[in-house]
């Protein structure tokens, strides 16, 4: 369900150093931890927070980090 997909994003957050996106997904694990029947606009907060990174990574080429 959410909360498990929730949870796997705020790991993945942890190791990726996306402190805006950890900060929203941990809001939302709070609305669900505490039975909040109506979580949507903290989803949404989420949702907006990986369109960011998606708009970031779309303006940056960060391949060339990796080249050889």
Same mark, same amino acid.
């Given at each position: =369900?959410? #909360?498990? @997909?929730?949870?796997?994003? %705020? =790991?993945? &957050? &942890?190791?990726? #150093?996306?402190?805006?996106?950890? *900060?929203?997904?941990? $809001?939302? $694990? +709070? %609305?669900?931890n505490? #039975?909040? *029947? @109506?979580?949507?606009g903290?989803l *949404?907060?989420?949702l907006? $927070?990986? +369109?960011?990174?998606?708009?970031? *990574?779309?303006?940056?080429?960060? @391949?060339?980090?990796f080249?050889?």
């Amino acid at each position: =369900g959410i #909360g498990e @997909s929730n949870h796997a994003l %705020k =790991g993945a &957050c &942890c190791y990726t #150093g996306t402190p805006h996106l950890e *900060q929203a997904v941990a $809001a939302l $694990a +709070d %609305k669900l931890n505490r #039975g909040d *029947q @109506s979580p949507q606009g903290a989803l *949404q907060a989420v949702l907006d $927070a990986i +369109d960011e990174l998606l708009e970031w *990574q779309a303006d940056h080429e960060i @391949s060339v980090l990796f080249d050889d």
